[in-house]
C-alpha cells in the first residue's frame, strides 16, 4: 500500500531556531501533499498545500514567512518553521495523495523550548 | 487554517457493544466524507468513506450513515473491541483537478471498557 513517512518522528529546539520536518512518499509519486497541525486535544488543522515544482497554498491564517514548504521532487516535501517559538509547539502531520486518496504520515512532535 | 470545530467529545462504551459517532458539518459542498481513527501519537488512519449522493455505506464492522437534510454523519462500530480505542475524526473531502482536499472535523475519542 501506500506509505508515506516523516522525518524526524520528534525533535526539541530552543526557541528563535529552525526546524526543518521531512515528508517522504516511500513507495509512490505525489504531486500532492498537506500539511496538518494538530494541538493537544485538538483536530487536525490544514495548513497548506504542498505542489510539487510550485509554490504551496497556505490556509487562511498561516503564516507563509514562519512555515516554509519546499515540494522539490515527486517524494519529498519539507516544512521548515522558522524562528520557533514556545507557541509552535505541536504535532505536525503530512499527508500524500495517491489515486485521489489521501494517506498519512505518522507524525512530528516539535517541542520549542 | 480550516478546521470544523475544536472540542473533543468523548465516548466510553462496553467491550462488544456497538458504538455510535456522530458528526455534524457546515458545507454543502462536500464531494465525499471520510472518517479516520487516530491512535496517541500517531497520523490518522483511514477507516471508511461515502460520497456525497450516498446515505450508507458499509464495511468491516463499521457502517457510516448520512442525513444530508439534516448535515449529520455517524459511524457505527459493531462489537467494539479494546482496540478500537481511539479518537475518531470526520473529514470532509473536496474533489479538485489533480487531488482532493481534506478538511477534518472536531474529533471524538472513543474508550472501550473490557
Known amino acids: 500500500g501506500a506509505v508515506v513517512s516523516q522525518h524526524p518522528s520528534w525533535v526539541i529546539c530552543k526557541s528563535g531556531t529552525s526546524v526543518k520536518i521531512e515528508c517522504r512518499s516511500l513507495?509512490?509519486?505525489?504531486?500532492?501533499m498537506f500539511w496538518y497541525r494538530q494541538f493537544p486535544k485538538q483536530s487536525l488543522m490544514l495548513m497548506a498545500t504542498?505542489?510539487?515544482?510550485?509554490?504551496?497554498?497556505?490556509e487562511q491564517g498561516v503564516e507563509k514567512d514562519k512555515f516554509l514548504i519546499n515540494h522539490a521532487s515527486l517524494t519529498l516535501s519539507t516544512l521548515t518553521v522558522t524562528s520557533a517559538h514556545p507557541e509552535d509547539s505541536s504535532f505536525y502531520i503530512c499527508?500524500?495523495?495517491?489515486?485521489?486518496?489521501?494517506?498519512f504520515g505518522p507524525g512530528t512532535r516539535l517541542t520549542v523550548l | 487554517g480550516e478546521s470544523v470545530g475544536l472540542h473533543l467529545p468523548t465516548l466510553s462504551v462496553q467491550e462488544g457493544d456497538n458504538s455510535i459517532i456522530n458528526c455534524a458539518y457546515s458545507?454543502?459542498?462536500?464531494?465525499?466524507f471520510i472518517w479516520y481513527k487516530q491512535e496517541s501519537g500517531k497520523g490518522p488512519q483511514f477507516i471508511i468513506d461515502?460520497?456525497?449522493?450516498?446515505d450508507k455505506r458499509q464495511g468491516q464492522r463499521v457502517t457510516v450513515l448520512l442525513n444530508k437534510t439534516v448535515k449529520h454523519l455517524s459511524l457505527q462500530i459493531a462489537a467494539t473491541q479494546p482496540g478500537d480505542s481511539a479518537v475518531y475524526f470526520c473529514?470532509?473531502?473536496?474533489?479538485?483537478?489533480?487531488?482532493?482536499?481534506?478538511?477534518f472535523g472536531p474529533g471524538t475519542s472513543l474508550s472501550v471498557i473490557p
Open positions: 458545507n454543502s459542498a462536500s464531494d465525499y
Open positions: 504542498s505542489n510539487e515544482g510550485s509554490k504551496a497554498t497556505y
Open positions: 461515502i460520497r456525497s449522493n450516498m
Open positions: 499527508s500524500a495523495t495517491y489515486s485521489y486518496e489521501q494517506f
Open positions: 513507495d509512490f509519486q505525489a504531486t500532492t
Open positions: 473529514a470532509e473531502g473536496y474533489e479538485r483537478t489533480s487531488y482532493d482536499k481534506v478538511i
